[in-house]
């Protein structure tokens, strides 16, 4: 099946750091990944999708400079939380899709990234 | 406004049982509804879909049945596990493209989650 890597899986640091955050697509292409965030005991929130060579699409409320998001290849998303303060702690995930297809791909999500700014 | 919404946090049942989740909807934009599993600390696993104009999906022990009229879905899990002990993410897709567009991966809304946990 379709599998994405998410690296790193947890990331511990100062308030202040900018942290990097990689999604890759390790068996297929994906035109379109997506960035979700998730709090404790909470639903997945969309954050912004990413479409390889072109600017990512924020949702409302998302500090497009905060959350800096570069899709460089079919394979390869990047999300970089810039300075990043301890209320941006939180668990991270990404999603892809599959090329083209009949209309009904579901995405396939990593493993996400713990984050935690102390 | 919450678009997709699980209202039971959490569901118990016994191996070899049914286990029933369901998930309610407001939006009639939605083309695709997706049920995904989460362990913790991982991401979610897709599990089984169904089409905004079908009724009922069955994969294996999982099916989905979507009641458009009532805007409600649920997922059925027969017979129960104890390794299908997690939380279940009831998605809806949000339609892109005009119809028989190909390539649509429209983003997903997601509900807020049911810990369902099977018991040996």
């Known amino acids: 099946g379709a599998v994405v890597s998410q690296h790193p899986s947890r990331v511990i640091c100062k308030s202040g750091t900018s942290v990097k955050i990689e999604c890759r697509s390790l068996d297929f292409q994906a035109t379109t990944m997506f960035w979700y965030r998730q709090f404790p005991k909470q639903s997945l929130m969309l954050m912004a999708t990413s479409n390889e060579g072109s600017k990512a699409t924020y949702e409302q409320g998302v500090e497009k400079d905060k959350f800096l998001i570069n899709h460089a290849s079919l394979t390869l998303s990047t999300l970089t939380v810039t300075s990043a303060h301890p209320e941006d702690s939180s668990f991270y995930i990404c999603?892809?899709?599959?090329?083209?297809?009949?209309?009904?791909?579901?995405?396939?999500f990593g493993d996400g990234t713990r984050l935690s700014i102390l | 406004d919450q678009q997709v919404k699980q209202n039971s946090p959490s569901l118990s049942v016994q191996e070899g049982r049914i286990s029933i989740l369901n998930c309610d909807y407001t939006?009639?934009?939605?083309?695709?509804f997706l049920w995904y599993k989460k362990y913790p600390a991982e991401g979610p696993t897709f599990l089984i879909s169904i089409s905004s104009i079908k009724d009922k999906n069955e994969d294996g022990r999982f099916t989905v049945f979507l009641n458009k009229s009532a805007k409600h879905l649920s997922l059925h899990i027969v017979p129960s596990q104890p390794g299908d002990s997690a939380v279940y993410f009831c998605a809806a897709r949000l339609r892109v493209f005009p119809l028989g567009g190909s390539g649509n991966t429209g983003k997903l809304i997601f509900g807020q989650g049911t810990t369902l946990q099977v018991k040996p």
């Open positions: 999603s892809a899709s599959v090329v083209g297809g009949a209309g009904n791909q579901p995405q396939h």
């Open positions: 939006n009639s934009m939605f083309d695709y």
